[in-house]
């Protein structure tokens, strides 16, 4: 299986603040990578696909990055509704994996 | 749009077999762009992708699941399903169904609501 790490575990920012999460996989994988973001008490919601794809109807602060086996999600002025935890998940083999999660909250 | 809602009973006994069921809206089970999958969380932990099946009856999963999970579907009600066998309490988690899209890159881009299976006797 592919481990998938992500760093750090949690975070805490400001409204306006630049936010970056890294997504480390164990073997590369071509830019099959989606993030995902979930608020308390919700579902995931998919905001990035192939590494750098901006889902239909996600704010543009959010953005996707790297490649081979480092990726990165941005968000690039902190908002209230983005307290969250953010997902790393590979597509490249089955079976599927995660990364442990990146718990945003506001400073 | 399309729409997810699984529906299913909330608590399982031990070694039983939990069942769930995934109605899908805005969309026929049938398309050919997705796979139709199942994603669970336990409480406070991470997401763990268990399987899917396509259209035309094929089907994967997780080999950590070993042979426990059945994954069907049913066009006339445009429904599709999870059987999970001999179960126990590290399978208490929200069970969410998702839509597996994929072409180019795949991505889950539809989400259930997610409804929570206690296992406990």
């Known amino acids: ?107 | 749009q399309l729409q997810l809602q699984e529906s299913g009973p909330g608590l399982v006994k031990p070694s039983e077999t939990l069942s769930l069921t995934c109605t899908v809206s805005g969309d026929s089970i049938s398309s050919r762009s997705y796979y139709w999958g199942w994603i669970r969380q336990p409480p406070g932990k991470g997401l763990e992708w268990m399987g899917g099946l396509y259209y035309t009856g094929s089907t994967y999963s997780n080999p950590s699941l070993k042979s426990r999970v059945t994954i069907s579907m049913d066009t006339s009600t445009n429904q599709f399903s999870l059987k999970l066998s001999s179960v126990t309490a590290a399978d208490t988690a929200v069970y969410y169904c998702v839509t597996d899209f994929w072409s180019g890159y795949p991505r889950f881009d539809s989400w259930g609501q997610g409804t929570l299976v206690s296992v406990s006797s």
């Not at chain 1, 920012?13 to 999460?21: E, F």
């Not at chain 1, 990035?48 to 081979?68: D, H, K």
């Open chain 1, 1 to 107: 299986d592919i481990q998938m790490t992500q760093s750090p575990s949690s975070l805490s920012a400001s409204v306006g603040d630049r936010v970056t999460i890294t997504c480390r996989a164990s073997q590369i994988l071509n830019n099959y990578l989606s993030w995902y973001q979930q608020r308390p008490g919700k579902a995931p919601k998919l905001l990035i696909y192939g590494a750098s794809n901006l889902q239909s109807g996600v704010p543009s602060r959010f953005s996707g990055s790297g490649s081979g086996r480092d990726f990165t999600l941005t968000i690039s002025s902190l908002q209230p509704e983005d307290c969250a935890t953010y997902y790393c998940q590979q597509s490249f083999s089955n079976p599927r994996t995660f990364g442990q999660g990146t718990r945003v909250e506001m400073k």
